[in-house]
């Protein structure tokens, strides 16, 4: 298909690891146009909306984020801005242009589950700063655009430009020479692989399934001491992943303990250990490990 009649895509955090899947799975059948922070700034309105004046495109996804629960909590007039704020610029935008908007949420809207699965009908409880921004974004896009996606997302794994979140994190401790790590196996969440979570978009952009609020993870639950043992067995790393609590580790927020997702709407993704198993192995073809 020539550019000519290719869906023009903006999207914003080109850079993060689900905008990285993103243009990827969709750098095919879409003229994808990518901008990160060193193209914009999304606390200014003003080059926000430049951008979508000149790219004119038929859908924008939104990636970007503040993220991180201290930091959040200690700057939390920047959190509002850009987890709440942008996004309700990007509706209003929306409107005014027609494009079609897609908005990243997250399992951190809710409070500790008691042992369900966290679905698109239950209310959203936040406890700290960072999910209460974020569900502030999702009620503006909820309420203000007509035509949109918004995915509530668990902790994520997935090819990354940066070592900032979890899995990241624990690898390049790894390759900085540990020979164990020391991982929470009390905080419990829905292990998602972006790739997948990109695919999954995609197909629903091709299909124009039906706008909403989508949850987005694959199968199954997991501790985060479960999930860094199965990467660090794939990869077969000399490393020892021993049990943890939250607790050994200080935070300023409160965390989020056992928020698993999963759709009433659409199916699940594969099971996570599948992924994991995906993951490690394009790391390796990579030559990341």
Same mark, same amino acid.
């Given at each position: ?55 004119r495109p038929d859908i924008v ?75 502030g974004g999702d009620c503006f ?16 794994f997935g090819e990354a430009a ?17 020979? #164990? !790590? +020391? ?11 972006? &790739?997948? =979570? $990109?695919? *999954? %978009? ?65 199916? #699940? !993704? +594969? ?11 394009? &790391?390796? =073809? $990579?030559? *990341? %490990?």
């Amino acid at each position: 298909m020539s550019t000519d009649n290719k869906k023009k895509v903006l999207l914003l955090g080109c850079t993060g690891k689900m905008g990285l899947a993103l243009g990827k799975v969709l750098g095919t059948d879409y003229e994808v146009i990518g901008k990160s922070s060193r193209d914009f700034d999304a606390l200014d309105t003003g080059q926000v909306r430049l951008l979508i004046e000149a790219n004119r495109p038929d859908i924008v996804i939104n990636t970007v984020a503040f993220m991180g629960i201290d930091l959040v909590e200690r700057e939390p007039e920047k959190a509002i801005k850009i987890n709440a704020l942008h996004p309700k610029m990007l509706a209003e935008l929306s409107c005014q242009h027609g494009f079609v908007l897609v908005h990243f949420s997250t399992e951190a809207v809710f409070c500790d589950s008691s042992g369900e699965a966290y679905t698109e009908g239950d209310c959203p409880r936040p406890v700290n700063v960072y999910g209460l921004t974020k569900y502030g974004g999702d009620c503006f896009v909820q309420r203000i655009a007509r035509r949109y996606y918004i995915f509530r997302m668990p902790i994520m794994f997935g090819e990354a430009a940066k070592d900032r979140q979890f899995v990241e994190k624990m690898l390049s401790m790894c390759s900085d020479g540990s020979e #164990s !790590l +020391r991982i929470s196996d009390d905080i419990i969440s829905s292990p998602t692989y972006s &790739l997948d =979570a $990109a695919k *999954a %978009i995609a197909g629903m952009l091709e299909a124009e399934a039906s706008y909403g609020l989508y949850h987005l993870a694959n199968e199954g639950r997991a501790s985060l001491w479960e999930l860094m043992n199965e990467v660090v067995a794939h990869l077969g790393l000399p490393v020892e992943v021993k049990r943890a609590s939250y607790q050994d580790f200080p935070c300023v927020g409160i965390k989020n303990i056992c928020t698993p997702l999963r759709s009433q709407k659409i199916a #699940s !993704l +594969r099971p996570w250990k599948e992924a994991v198993r995906d993951y490690c192995a394009n &790391l390796r =073809a $990579a030559g *990341a %490990i």
